[in-house]
Each structure stands twice: as C-alpha cells, then as structure tokens.
C-alpha cells in the first residue's frame, strides 16, 4: 500500500498567481511558510522556516485567488508532486508542490489573529455581539469509567 498525502498549516508569502490551462482549467499557485520551533542540545531555543509550493486547480484556484493575500493562514491537504524541466542553460531543474485536494482558509484579517485560530470565550460579564459569538459544547463532568480500548 502506498500514501502521497500533505497536510500543513502556514501563511501565504505572497499573493496567489491565477492562471488558465488551455482546456479553460483555473490553475493557481501560490508558496506558504511554516514555522518549527525546537530545543537543541545545549537547551537554547531554536527556530526555522520552510517554504512549500501551492497548486490548486478548478473552483477552488478561483476561490483562492479572490479571497487569499500575502499573510493569510491556510490549511492545505493534498498530494507532493516534483516536476522536472530542461533550464534554458541545458540543466535539469526541478520543483516539489503540494497539488491541493482541500483548502481550509484560516481566520479573516482583524477576527483572528495567533496561530490556532480559536479565540478563549469572552468573560460572563463582557457584552454579547452576535457577530462575535461562537457555539460552544458543554460537555457533562461525569466519570465514563473504564474506556475498553
């Protein structure tokens, strides 16, 4: 059994590019970063970016093109592909890309902001927005015993 599947979280180092195949296909490209932060041996805290490459085809380019701009947060799920090609100079170039399957956008501009995304409740005493209020679970607080598993 094999498995080709990518899924990352990041934000857009620049704005989508749209483009059309010539059977009429929407196809965008865009790059997104992703942030590790790690603790080396000697304890000190380390930090690195790495940069994967977008291709979205269909609805889906259209929808990213309109809507996504450098800074936006995204989810992508999808598939790693490298492409290869002959360089003006006579060298073999090559590009790995996420071809997305799925695109999640992240939080809007202003409503957002950190990297989860989920913002805490608002205190009881702070004023209701409808626009503002999200849904939340109220989970029972009573014990479940042993889980068979």
Do not use: C
């Amino acid at each position: 059994m094999y498995l080709n599947k990518a899924l990352i979280i990041g934000n857009l180092t620049r704005d989508p590019e749209l483009k059309s195949l010539p059977s009429g296909i929407k196809v965008a490209s865009f790059s997104i970063a992703t942030n590790r932060v790690w603790n080396d041996k000697s304890g000190q805290k380390q930090e690195a970016t790495d940069y994967h490459n977008i291709v979205v085809f269909g609805r889906q380019a259209e929808t990213s093109a309109q809507y996504l701009k450098k800074g936006s947060m995204i989810l992508v799920e999808g598939r790693m592909q490298t492409r290869s090609w002959d360089a003006d100079d006579g060298s073999k170039r090559y590009r790995t890309e996420i071809i997305a399957d799925r695109i999640q956008f992240g939080p809007r501009g202003g409503s957002g902001g950190g990297t989860g995304g989920n913002s805490a409740p608002a205190p009881a005493s702070a004023p209701k927005d409808s626009k503002n209020t999200v849904d939340t679970i109220e989970y029972p607080e009573e014990d479940l015993g042993d889980i068979p598993f």
